[in-house]
Every structure is written in structure tokens, then in C-alpha cells.
């Protein structure tokens, strides 16, 4: 049983709370508000991050890539079995390469990615069979609506400017 800091059991649901609420930062920055965390097996959160592809000028600034790398050089190894990434969006194709070279474990999303969605909608690169490593378990649409209300709000305003 995972716990929190003042012995709450974590949960997804917990956990993608989190990672929601980080999310929102990546809104001051004109990004995506999509955000990651990576967590080790007792709950602790190693490394978190929202996107920070319009902030760095950097395509490759996805939530997921920057959350795995923080948690590499937190942990110093690039093998992150045993860990979970917690998503608020499914990941893309990118990000699906990223999870599966870090070996991670689980993945946990939010929102369904119906365009580009590589963890299940789409495609499932995270689990495909002709890669050497896949994610053992994938759970997805977790505090589905909210991760989506984010993304929706998000490209609203965005196509009224």
C-alpha cells in the first residue's frame, strides 16, 4: 500500500489529482497544460513536469520526456523499472518511445488522445510485442473529464485569440 507524507493511501485518483494541478502551471507559460509525474513503487513522487515546449522552444518538451529525464538524473540511472508515470493526457508516439526505452512499469493517464494517442486509442506502441521493452500495465480515462476539461478550456481560449 502506497501512502502520502501524512499516511493517506495514494491512489491514481490521488495521484492524477496532482498531477492536474501541476498541469495548470504549464498554462502560465502558453503550453499545453499537460503534466507528468514519475513515481516509484512506495508512492514517492521522484520527478514531475508540465509541458515546456512553447517556454524552451523545444519539440521535444512533452510532460512525459522532461518528467522522465528529471527522474533519471534524480535517481541517476535511466532504467526506471519498477516506477510509474502518471499522465493527464495519453501519451503520443514520442512519448511512447520515451516510456518504453526508461523502462517504465505502469502507465496512468487521464484524458484519451484520439488523434495521437499511442498508449491504447491509436496506437499501443507502449505494450507492442516487436519492441524490447513494454509497460506492464496501462490504466487510462483516470479523472478523465477533468484532465479533459483542461485541454478543452485550453484550446478554447486559445481559438477565441
Do not use: Y
Not at 516487436?130 to 483516470?142: F, S
Amino acid at each position: 500500500m502506497k501512502l502520502d507524507k501524512v499516511g493517506r493511501m495514494l491512489t491514481d485518483h490521488n495521484l492524477m489529482g496532482l498531477a492536474v494541478d501541476f498541469a495548470r502551471e504549464a498554462l502560465h507559460t502558453g503550453d499545453v497544460p499537460v503534466a507528468a509525474l514519475v513515481v516509484d513503487a512506495t508512492g514517492v513522487v521522484v520527478a514531475k513536469a508540465c509541458n515546456q515546449k512553447e517556454r524552451d522552444h523545444d519539440p521535444t518538451g512533452h510532460a512525459e520526456v522532461v518528467a522522465l529525464r528529471l527522474a533519471g538524473h534524480a535517481l541517476e540511472t535511466a532504467n526506471l523499472t519498477g516506477h510509474t508515470l502518471v499522465v493527464t493526457l495519453e501519451p503520443c508516439v514520442m512519448c511512447a518511445g520515451a516510456i518504453t526505452q526508461a523502462r517504465i512499469s505502469r502507465v496512468v493517464f487521464g484524458a484519451w488522445d484520439p488523434k495521437a494517442g499511442a498508449a491504447g486509442s491509436v496506437h499501443d506502441l507502449v505494450r507492442d510485442r516487436a519492441l524490447p521493452h513494454r509497460v506492464d500495465e496501462v490504466v487510462g480515462g483516470v479523472r478523465e473529464a477533468e484532465c479533459a476539461s483542461l485541454l478543452t478550456d485550453f484550446f478554447g481560449q486559445a481559438r477565441e485569440s
